[in-house]
């Protein structure tokens, strides 16, 4: 999971990205990086950490041009304290390419046998981002790229790329001298909106960014997803051309975009972040009642703050007062998100705080986003309980995460899954609830589309079922041996 925007403005575009980026820092927290495009030029600045830590003003003044892209890495592949693994990435031939990507290619291994020998081009990163950016490039070479641009030659590139690479991508890329280029991998795993607004006498400016909440915090209508296996291809005098590129698409967006990644005030695919999360409540509330003691429950709470819709309707639904006993300090990032295990642990009680007021001789309810290492939810049972809390009874508004995640959410191994493997009992028993209650998988699948044009997600980490169907057991075994989060 990362956050990627670009724009194609009127005016310099610098701020405007910089801005975007700040309104997407809750997709990553390791890296960030800006590229403009100033004729035939390209500038670029990235860095480590987030984006108010990574600009200074002298880097803005350099970050020249009216088009532009950024992103802020949330590392599932490669090094995250590797400053030269963070986005963008650049090659120089044809024209020049920087690009950006939210996602996991899955036959990386593949492709960079393939670059190397094949297309001659060389590597420098571990980073599958690198691997997309030479594809690309290679393809783009391949179909004709020469002195005279043709955007019938990038349709036909990225209808290459489809064809050789597997598993999700959302892709930006500035061409110098030309434009902006987006795409979408066939099932449209990962979200990419496009958006526009009007310049005055100047023409139609553009954004394309991973959720609607940029496009609308910027001032731009939304115009409507970019589609799986699209390309679109916007000049820089505000020109757009788009072409379906893959042969065969299937819109499966993934499941935990609206569980937990995305933030609430966004619509991804046509569904309303929001709406979705009370829906999981709903849904969940009605599990509670057959498997929960709620007769002896005091009061329900969520985990600060992807939890609270669904709290929210639990609480209302099941009549029981719903109380906010964790305060959370707003200073500190993304537990989830955080790379390794022990930073994790530690940042849990420096971001979360238990109030003894509302825990004290109580049967507390706990409803969470989602369980997956258990590292969270272990805190948080200790928390209540050091807080006076009676009995806990720990809830998840999504299902067990049992299966690693291989489209963009760094879940790559089964054993840091503390569901992997064992009955809810015995996960129960390793966090420390009083009871433990999790979502049914049809029931959040049904939350989630209920509404929408959508009729199929990504729900691989609940179910094993990798809707790109390119996933092997070989493969699963190779992550789970070379990769950790």
């Not at 297309?119 to 691997?131: G, Q, V």
Request: aromatic fraction near 6%; glycine fraction near 8%.
């Amino acid at each position: 999971m990362c956050g990627i925007v670009g724009i194609v403005s009127s005016t310099p575009v610098n701020q405007q990205v910089y801005d975007a980026l700040a309104l997407l820092q809750h997709r990553g927290q390791d890296s960030t990086g800006i590229a403009t495009l100033e004729d035939q030029t390209l500038h670029l600045h990235k860095t480590n950490g987030q984006v108010r830590e990574g600009y200074r003003t002298r880097d803005m003044r350099g970050l020249l041009g009216t088009v532009g892209l950024g992103h802020v890495r949330y590392a599932t592949r490669g090094n995250a304290k590797k400053e030269q693994e963070a986005q963008p990435f650049y090659v120089n031939a044809p024209y020049g390419i920087v690009l950006v990507h939210n996602g996991n290619l899955t036959n990386t291994r593949e492709l960079t046998a393939e670059l190397q020998t094949k297309d001659r081009r060389h590597l420098n990163t571990t980073s599958d981002t690198e691997l997309l950016v030479n594809v690309l490039a290679s393809e783009l070479q391949s179909a004709g790229a020469g002195n005279t641009f043709s955007t019938d030659d990038v349709f036909d590139a990225i209808a290459a790329v489809h064809r050789r690479v597997e598993g999700s991508y959302a892709a930006i890329a500035l061409i110098a001298g030309q434009g902006l280029l987006a795409f979408r991998d066939p099932f449209g795993i990962r979200p990419l909106i496009l958006g526009k607004r009007q310049a005055g006498l100047v023409g139609d400016e553009w954004i394309v960014a991973s959720e609607s909440l940029v496009l609308e915090a910027s001032g731009y209508d939304i115009v409507r997803d970019v589609a799986p296996g699209e390309a679109i291809f916007i000049g820089r005098d505000g020109s757009l051309v788009s072409r379906q590129c893959a042969t065969t698409t299937r819109l499966a967006p993934c499941s935990f975009e609206y569980v937990y990644l995305a933030r609430p005030d966004s619509v991804m695919n046509g569904i309303s972040v929001y709406e979705a999360r009370l829906r999981l409540g709903e849904k969940l509330a009605d599990t509670i009642a057959k498997h929960a003691p709620i007769e002896s429950i005091d009061v329900v709470m969520p985990i600060p703050d992807s939890a609270r819709p669904a709290a929210m309707q639990v609480a209302r639904k099941l009549g029981i007062e719903y109380r906010e006993g964790f305060y959370k300090n707003k200073y500190i990032g993304r537990t989830f998100i955080m790379p390794g295990q022990a930073q994790r642990t530690k940042s849990v009680r420096q971001k979360l705080n238990a109030m003894s007021s509302e825990f004290a001789g109580k049967n507390v309810l706990i409803v969470d986003d989602s369980i997956v290492r258990g590292t969270t939810s272990r805190e948080i049972v200790d928390m209540a309980r050091d807080a006076g809390a009676k009995s806990v009874t720990f809830t998840s508004a999504a299902p067990p995460v049992r299966f690693p995640h291989v489209y963009g959410i760094n879940m790559p191994s089964k054993r840091e899954l503390v569901a992997a493997g064992k009955t809810i009992p015995e996960i129960a028993r390793e966090i420390g609830a009083d009871h433990l209650i999790y979502q049914e998988v049809e029931d959040m699948r049904d939350a989630i589309i209920q509404g929408s044009a959508v009729t199929e997600l990504d729900m691989s980490c609940f179910t094993g079922d990798y809707v790109t169907g390119t996933v092997s057991e070989e493969y699963l075994a190779w992550v789970e041996n070379n990769q950790s989060s």
